[in-house]
C-alpha cells in the first residue's frame, strides 16, 4: 500500500518551512529548502539538508516561481512537495504541474483546490448541501443589482463586497452607507484584480458582533473524513487573524457538534482529502451561523488543534498523500487541553506598519506549557518583502483561564526581541484586557479598543536589566570570592 517518500521539498519559508521539516526530521525524511537572494542565511535553510537558491526577493521570481520549484525538487532528488500556509498553498496549477512532473503533492487534490478556491464555487456548493450561506449576491457586475438585492430583500447597510479569488483578508470592502457604494465597488475590483488576477467580487450583509469559527479537518483517499474540532479566530485586523484558541469560548457542546459535522458534511461531498479547514462567521446576537470559505492547506493557527488532540496535522498530510488510511476514526479523538496562539508579526503595534531589519537580541520564552515556533534566529534578518510573521507563541493549560496565564507569563516575563518592532505589546493588552477574559468579543474587538489596548502598552526597558545586572554584579564583588565560586 502507498508510495514511499525519499526526499521533501518545501515550497516555501519562515514560520510554515520550519515547522513541516520539524515534522519531516521526527520521521528522517530528508528535506530541501528553497531561498531566494535575500534569504540565504535564513532559518529554513539551516534546517533542511539541502537548499536551492530559487531567484530574487521579489515573490514571483522565486517563491511565486512554480517552473524554478519544480526544477529545484528535481535538481535536489526531492520526490514530494509541501506548499505551507501562503504562497503557493492553494494554487491549484501548482499542485497539477506537481503531480504532472511525478512528484507527489502533499495537498488535496488540485481539482478541490480549484472549486473551493473560488468563493462562488465554494458558496454554491454549500448551499447545495444545506450548509448556511450569508445573505447576499453571487454575480455582481454593477451597483445597480446591489441596490436591487439590498431593497428586494430588505437588507440594510453595512454590506461587505468581497473578492471572489480573495484571500488573507485581502480583497474585502465594508460599505456603511450608500453614498459610499459606488467608490467602494470600484476599489473592490481594482484591489481583487490587482491582488489576484481577477476583479469578480460578490456581495454579503456584514454580520455585526461576528465570530470566526473554523473546523480542522482531515481526510484520506478512502472515504474517511475526521473533523479535530474547532478554533475561535474572532480576534483579527484587517480582517487577518492574530490570536487563536481552541475550544472556541462562545459556543456550547450542541453547536459545537452540528459546526463540526456541517463541516464534515461539506468536506465529504466534495471528496476531500488532506488537511482543510472550514471556515465559520457566528453571529453572537441571533446565534446563528453561516458558511465563510474552505482552506485547502495547512493552516497557520493548527498547532493549537494539535496541542488539544496530542496529533501532528503535518504527518497526517504525508501520510495521506502516500496513501496511507487515517490511523484513527472520530470517536478516537478526545481535546482534552485549552490552547492559546499569538501570531507574533514583525509589525508595529501601534499601527501595525511592517518593520523589518536584523533581530538583534532573541529570547525565546520557555516553560511549562509552551510551544514555540519561530521562522528566525538570534542575528537573522527579516527582510521587507514577505509576510510579516516570523514567530507563534503557542500556550496550552487545562482551562481557558490557564492557557491565559501560561500566555501571559510568555509575553510579560520570558521573550525579549530587539531589532525589530513586534506585536507583542499589542498582544499582551489584549490578552489581560476583561473583556478577552471574558470571552466577550467579536471581529471587531481591536478597532473598538485599540486606544485601550494601546495604553495598556508597557516598554519594557532593557536599562532595567542591565542595572539588575550590575546590581548583581556589585554585590558579589563587595562580598569578595565566595567557596562555590
Ligand atoms: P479570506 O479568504 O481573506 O480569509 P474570509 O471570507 O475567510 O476571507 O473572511 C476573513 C474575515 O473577514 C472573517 O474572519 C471575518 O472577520 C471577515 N468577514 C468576511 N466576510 C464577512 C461578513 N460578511 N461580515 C462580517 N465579517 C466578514
Ligand atoms: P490562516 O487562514 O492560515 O489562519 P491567513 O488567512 O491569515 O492564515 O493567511 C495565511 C498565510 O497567507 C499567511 O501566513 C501569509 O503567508 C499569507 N498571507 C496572508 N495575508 C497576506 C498578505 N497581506 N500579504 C502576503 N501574504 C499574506
Ligand atoms: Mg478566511
Same mark, same amino acid.
Request: proline share 4%.
Given at each position: 500500500?502507498?508510495?514511499?517518500?525519499?526526499?521533501?521539498?518545501?515550497?516555501?519559508?519562515?514560520?510554515?518551512?520550519?515547522?513541516?521539516?520539524?515534522?519531516?526530521?521526527?520521521?528522517?525524511?530528508? @528535506? @530541501?529548502?528553497?531561498?531566494?537572494?535575500?534569504?540565504?542565511?535564513?532559518?529554513?535553510?539551516?534546517?533542511?539538508?539541502?537548499?536551492v537558491h530559487i531567484g530574487e526577493a521579489p515573490p514571483a521570481e522565486s517563491y511565486l516561481n512554480m517552473e524554478k520549484m519544480i526544477a529545484a525538487a528535481i535538481q535536489s532528488r526531492s520526490d514530494a512537495i509541501h506548499p505551507g500556509w501562503g504562497f503557493l498553498a492553494e494554487n491549484h496549477k501548482f499542485a497539477q504541474m506537481v503531480i504532472d512532473a511525478g512528484l507527489t503533492w502533499i495537498g488535496p487534490p488540485p481539482k478541490v483546490i480549484e472549486a473551493l478556491g473560488d468563493k462562488i464555487q465554494a458558496k454554491n456548493l454549500a448551499q447545495k448541501v444545506n450548509v448556511p450561506t450569508i445573505p447576499g449576491i453571487l454575480d455582481v457586475t454593477n451597483v445597480e443589482q446591489i441596490k436591487k438585492w439590498m431593497k428586494h430583500d430588505k437588507v440594510?447597510?453595512?454590506?461587505?463586497?468581497?473578492?471572489?479569488?480573495?484571500?488573507?483578508?485581502?480583497?474585502?470592502?465594508?460599505?456603511?452607507?450608500?453614498?459610499?457604494?459606488?467608490?467602494? =465597488?470600484?476599489?473592490?475590483?481594482?484591489?481583487?484584480?490587482?491582488?489576484?488576477?481577477d476583479d469578480r467580487v460578490l456581495v454579503e450583509k456584514y454580520i455585526e458582533r461576528g465570530r470566526h469559527i473554523e473546523v480542522q479537518v482531515v481526510g484520506d483517499e478512502y472515504g474517511n473524513i475526521v473533523h479535530l474540532y474547532e478554533r475561535e479566530c474572532t480576534i483579527q485586523r484587517r480582517n487577518q487573524k492574530i490570536i487563536e484558541e481552541a475550544p472556541s469560548p462562545s459556543i456550547n457542546d450542541d453547536l459545537r457538534k452540528e459546526l463540526c459535522f456541517t463541516a464534515i458534511r461539506l468536506m465529504r461531498e466534495i471528496g476531500y482529502t488532506s488537511a482543510g479547514t472550514v471556515e465559520f462567521i457566528f453571529d453572537s446576537s441571533t446565534k446563528k451561523y453561516y458558511f465563510l470559505e474552505?482552506?485547502?492547506?495547512?493552516?497557520?493557527? #493548527?498547532?493549537? @488543534?494539535?496541542?488539544?488532540?496530542?496529533?501532528?496535522?503535518?504527518?497526517?498530510?504525508?501520510?495521506?498523500?502516500?496513501?496511507?488510511?487515517?490511523?484513527?476514526?472520530?470517536?478516537?479523538? #478526545?481535546?482534552?487541553?485549552?490552547?492559546?496562539?499569538?501570531?507574533?508579526?514583525?509589525?508595529?503595534?501601534?499601527?501595525?506598519?511592517?518593520?523589518?531589519?536584523?533581530?538583534?537580541r532573541l529570547q525565546v520564552p520557555q516553560g511549562p506549557g509552551v510551544r514555540i515556533a519561530a521562522g528566525a534566529y538570534e542575528g537573522a534578518d527579516i527582510p521587507p518583502y514577505y509576510d510579516s510573521l516570523f514567530m507563534l507563541l503557542i500556550t496550552a493549560g487545562s482551562d481557558r483561564g490557564d492557557a491565559i496565564r501560561v500566555m501571559d507569563r510568555t509575553l510579560s516575563r520570558n521573550l525579549r526581541i530587539e531589532g525589530v518592532k513586534t506585536l507583542a505589546p499589542l498582544?499582551?493588552?489584549?490578552?489581560? #484586557?476583561?473583556?478577552?477574559?471574558?470571552?466577550?468579543?467579536?471581529?471587531? =474587538?481591536?478597532?473598538?479598543?485599540?486606544?485601550?489596548?494601546?495604553?495598556? =502598552?508597557?516598554?519594557?526597558?532593557?536599562?532595567?536589566?542591565?542595572?539588575?545586572?550590575?546590581?548583581?554584579?556589585?554585590?558579589?564583588?563587595?562580598?569578595?570570592?565566595?567557596?562555590?565560586?
Open positions: 500500500m502507498g508510495k514511499e517518500i525519499r526526499k521533501i521539498l518545501i515550497a516555501n519559508r519562515g514560520v510554515t518551512a520550519v515547522r513541516v521539516m520539524h515534522t519531516c526530521r521526527d520521521r528522517k525524511i530528508p @528535506t @530541501t529548502a528553497v531561498y531566494s537572494t535575500p534569504d540565504r542565511l535564513a532559518h529554513h535553510v539551516f534546517m533542511a539538508d539541502s537548499a440594510t447597510f453595512p454590506i461587505m463586497i468581497k473578492a471572489v479569488a480573495g484571500g488573507g483578508g485581502r480583497g474585502m470592502v465594508k460599505v456603511e452607507n450608500t453614498n459610499q457604494l459606488v467608490q467602494a =465597488f470600484a476599489q473592490a475590483r481594482s484591489e481583487a484584480m490587482k491582488s489576484f488576477g474552505v482552506n485547502t492547506r495547512l493552516q497557520v493557527e #493548527h498547532g493549537i @488543534t494539535e496541542l488539544i488532540t496530542g496529533l501532528d496535522i503535518v504527518g497526517i498530510m504525508i501520510d495521506v498523500a502516500t496513501g496511507k488510511k487515517l490511523p484513527f476514526k472520530q470517536a478516537d479523538i #478526545h481535546p482534552n487541553r485549552w490552547a492559546l496562539e499569538v501570531r507574533l508579526n514583525a509589525e508595529d503595534p501601534r499601527n501595525f506598519s511592517p518593520s523589518f531589519g536584523t533581530i538583534t498582544l499582551l493588552s489584549i490578552i489581560r #484586557h476583561p473583556a478577552f477574559k471574558a470571552g466577550e468579543f467579536s471581529t471587531r =474587538f481591536i478597532e473598538e479598543n485599540m486606544k485601550d489596548l494601546v495604553s495598556m =502598552f508597557k516598554e519594557k526597558n532593557s536599562e532595567d536589566e542591565v542595572l539588575k545586572i550590575a546590581r548583581y554584579v556589585a554585590e558579589i564583588s563587595a562580598l569578595g570570592p565566595q567557596s562555590w565560586m
